[in-house]
């Protein structure tokens, strides 16, 4: 299975979430392979933010700005774009703000899903969904082997909690209204993901970049933390492999898939820092910030044996190349070059790499 450009020429996509590190990233690979894009999300989460710096409202067809949790404006939005293909990646995001505003993460994370759901119910023209939840809406009981599609949902922090909810929320509009209705509903699980232009606050790749570049060590809040990191390309590839099959063979795909590395690519948050700052060079360095901070999981991994052997989808950057093309596209940026450029490069350069294997 390849990433088809004859299927999305041309394909009406509505992207929720479309101003964010992730979406960002899709909206510049959707419109490569010449799908119309229209956006809606809130506007940029960062200054700067990869949406402004590469102009992906360039890459739109339609740029809304908007909340999902304002079901009237969302279920307009979407009947004006009358889209084929929905992709909800719209989110509160981040483990620690969900500690400081639980309120804001289960309206945005669960009751969000729920509208968009709901706008897809109200929009004839709409075929296949998918619905990008995350690695943590697992029941975690640390432990060292990956867990599978099939493993307990859950979740100890509010932010992973609410995942899991948008998990099942979207399990009973599959069974309850969707598939009735021909429409295919798949969700996607993906790892630590890391790339260019992410500027969120408390994540180690952006935390290490405004580090280095004001000469500063990197505070690390939990370094023996195993992660499964991946480049920001890898499971974006997994959603729009997914995307394919979800519309061609909706019984078999309208379920949930796990993206992830692979398991010999999984490391503690240390390897990672030590890495950031061998590559950043300019005597770059980081420490273990010893205060108190909430809880976080030690361990999590998952198992992606379902997405290789029925999608064919495997991840194809180690965790090395994975950090090197990450510090490079940073390296560019701080040198004021044309970031829509050179991360068009990255996107040719990896689906080229992609179709060789």
């Known amino acids: 299975m390849v990433i088809d450009p004859s299927f999305w020429k041309n394909k009406s996509v509505f992207l929720t979430g479309h101003t964010g590190f992730k979406g960002s990233w899709l909206s510049l690979w959707l419109n490569h392979l010449g799908a119309k894009v229209t956006g809606f999300a809130l506007e940029p989460p960062t200054d700067p933010s990869l949406f402004c710096v590469a102009k992906v409202t360039d890459s739109l067809h339609e740029n809304v700005y908007g909340d999902i949790r304002n079901i009237g404006q969302l279920i307009d939005s979407m009947g004006e774009a009358q889209p084929e293909l929905v992709i909800h990646m719209a989110a509160q995001s981040l483990v620690l703000e969900s500690y400081t505003d639980p309120i804001k993460t289960y309206s945005t994370n669960v009751m969000g899903t729920v509208n968009v759901l709901e706008a897809v119910r109200k929009t004839s023209t709409v075929q ?196 090197r093309e990450t510090v490079d596209w940073y390296k560019v940026w701080n040198n004021g070059d044309n970031m829509y450029d050179y991360s068009l490069r990255q996107i040719k350069e990896y689906q080229e790499e992609r179709l060789s294997q």
């Open 128 to 323: 296949t969904i998918l619905n990008i939840t995350s690695d943590k809406c697992y029941e975690n009981k640390e432990q060292p082997h990956g867990y599978t599609e099939e493993s307990q949902l859950g979740g100890h922090d509010p932010y992973s909690n609410s995942k899991g909810c948008s998990e099942l929320v979207s399990s009973a509009y599959r069974k309850s209204f969707l598939q009735d209705c021909g429409i295919a509903l798949g969700t996607a699980r993906a790892g630590n993901v890391i790339g260019g232009g992410d500027w969120a606050k408390d994540r180690i790749i952006p935390d290490a970049i405004r580090s280095f570049c004001n000469s500063k060590s990197l505070m690390v809040r939990n370094p023996k933390a195993i992660r499964p990191w991946q480049h920001v390309l890898e499971p974006l590839a997994g959603y729009l492999l997914l995307c394919q099959e979800l519309t061609k063979t909706p019984k078999q795909f309208a379920c949930s898939w796990n993206f992830g590395p692979k398991e010999m690519e999984v490391r503690p948050v240390s390897f990672v820092a030590d890495a950031l700052a061998e590559l950043w060079e300019n005597d770059a360095s980081w420490h273990f910030d010893k205060s108190n901070n909430p809880h976080e999981t030690q361990c999590l991994t998952l198992d992606c044996h379902k997405a290789n052997t029925l999608l064919k989808w495997d991840p194809i950057w180690c965790i090395n190349r994975t950090l």
